[in-house]
């Protein structure tokens, strides 16, 4: 029980980690659960048994009669602990009274005493393991463990990002690793189709704003991927990986508006980016405008 209320790290739920469990480690469970629930019946039985017991001796001997039982004595001693009678109760008032109703100065329960005493232990212990010894991860070690947990987690994400990137979901990634990368892949792939500056040759012209394809990054991702092979580009889904042809796209695009020392006439339809309308744009309805007749 005191494991969970120490854990500072979230955990999986109980349910999800039963059904992790193979038929073995189930079966050792409830055994451990069933011979717990027989210790819990059996000390039941002794503390019933001891109780009929001490019933049958006092009334053998009277003497015992005026003792008290000793759950009473246990609870006198441990939880409520032993009030002055009444009689006495003047030693122990204090010196100030609201309305006649005097103040006593009873002890502290016993129940709370052994609690306090308990926190000190608790301290001690506490302090030892992670201060003295050092067995226990301090907060800031945890934290730090923590963030290398986070980071190795978002590199796997982003890893798994990477080899998910298709022509549906693939965005221009124009950090400079990223071109610089790309650049690299255009010079030893592209190049002897499509001049190094991207001037064109066998290949289109790739700095103009005429494209035979599309000029947007899915687009010429999809070019890059499946190639176009009535055209003679072939396909390099098989030669790179999802995350190199898209930084070859992004190179590609980044040519836009550059000068190549001897640039091919354009070729297909001129490419204009759409500009989306903002969400919250409002329209002739919601201004109030009427078309001029």
Request: glycine letters at 8%.
């Amino acid at each position: 029980m005191a494991v969970p209320g120490f854990s500072q790290e979230t955990e999986t739920s109980f349910a999800s980690q039963m059904q992790q469990m193979d038929s073995n480690t189930l079966l050792l469970l409830a055994i451990i659960v069933v011979v717990l629930l027989v210790i819990v019946i059996i000390i039941g039985v002794m503390v019933y048994m001891l109780s009929f017991l001490m019933t049958l001796l006092r009334k053998e001997n009277p003497a015992l009669e005026e003792e008290p039982s000793w759950w009473e004595t246990f609870k006198t001693k441990y939880v409520v602990g032993k009030f002055k009678p009444i009689e006495e109760e003047k030693d122990i008032q204090l010196n100030h009274s609201y309305d006649g109703i005097v103040e006593l100065d009873n002890f502290m329960p016993p129940w709370l005493k052994y609690v306090f005493y308990l926190t000190i232990f608790s301290a001690v212990v506490y302090f030892l393991n992670y201060s003295v010894l050092g067995i226990g991860m301090t907060q800031i070690e945890e934290y730090e463990a923590s963030l290398e947990q986070a980071a190795i987690e978002e590199e796997a994400r982003g890893a798994m990002m990477l080899t998910s990137i298709d022509e549906t979901n693939v965005e221009e990634d124009t950090s400079t690793p990223a071109l610089a990368a790309g650049k690299e892949l255009f010079t030893g792939n592209c190049a002897a189709c499509h001049a190094m500056d991207g001037g064109g040759g066998v290949g289109p012209n790739l700095t103009d704003d005429y494209w035979l394809h599309g000029g947007d990054i899915k687009s010429v991702f999809k070019v890059v991927k499946y190639g176009v092979i009535e055209k003679g580009m072939i396909p390099w889904q098989d030669q790179l990986g999802p995350e190199e042809m898209q930084q070859v796209s992004s190179y590609i695009l980044s040519l836009q508006g550059t000068s190549p020392a001897n640039p091919k006439d354009p070729q297909g339809e001129k490419y204009e980016p759409a500009i989306e309308k903002p969400i919250d744009a409002l329209g002739d309805e919601e201004l109030g405008e009427v078309p001029a007749e």
